[in-house]
């Protein structure tokens, strides 16, 4: 499963180059859109920070772009064709594959698009990975996922129920949850995804 899914980005990394599309966004604005629901999670100058299916680390240039460049990126992706783009743009960053992250640690986590595609096991799989990176973390995670509540659902798709992630994280994961489904990927748009902040301890508190 994880191979056809690297095989199909392959394929939007050959057709749309260093761009939005190659990471399956509509476009740049709407990217930079979710990564703005997604970064508030704290303040991430000086923090280490993992970028989960970093692509080519477009999420770097966000934070770079809103004065919040974290002190050590790290960035992991199933295609390896990403990271020459990704190391470019942030000459100090780290770039790897899942299974070569060993026992990093980091302050943040963020998931962004990631649980999107269906694949067998789609909810096994990603509360699997958020409880995998929390564990990983000294602040939080923050991550997105396609809202069922919605009119329209794309077979190609996962859909999630906000309120059962929220629930997951509450009971598996730790008390300090925030769940975001205010947020607008697409103007014109309605909510049709939400963001979940996952922190270590109550939020504000200095980690």
């Not at 991430?44 to 974290?70: M, N, W």
């Not at 997105?144 to 659902?153: E, I, K, R």
């Not at 992630?165 to 975001?180: D, I, M, N, S, W």
């Not at 103007?187 to 939400?194: N, Q, T």
Request: aromatic share 14%; proline share 5%.
């Amino acid at each position: 499963m994880t191979r056809r899914i690297a095989d199909h980005y392959r394929a939007l990394l050959r057709e749309h180059g260093d761009s939005a599309e190659a990471a399956q966004y509509s476009s740049r604005e709407s990217q930079f859109r979710r990564f703005a629901a997604l970064a508030p999670i704290a303040d991430l100058r000086g923090k280490r920070v993992l970028d989960f299916g970093c692509g080519t680390a477009s999420f770097h240039e966000y934070l770079a772009g809103i004065d919040q460049t974290p002190a050590q990126y790290t960035g992991v992706d199933v295609v390896g064709e990403f990271f020459d783009i990704a190391r470019e743009k942030v000459p100090g960053g780290h770039f790897c594959l899942p299974d070569a992250l060993g026992d990093a640690e980091f302050d943040y986590a963020f998931v962004s698009g990631v649980f999107n595609n269906r694949r067998k096991g789609n909810r096994k799989f990603w509360q699997e990975t958020v409880q995998s990176l929390f564990a990983r973390c000294r602040g939080g995670v923050a991550f997105n996922m396609m809202s069922t509540y919605v009119d329209f659902q794309d077979p190609n798709l996962f859909y999630e129920a906000p309120e059962r992630a929220f629930g997951f994280l509450k009971r598996e994961v730790t008390p300090y949850v925030v769940l975001r489904h205010d947020y607008l990927p697409k103007l014109g748009s309605v909510p049709f995804e939400f963001a979940l902040y996952a922190y270590r301890d109550a939020p504000g508190l200095k980690v």
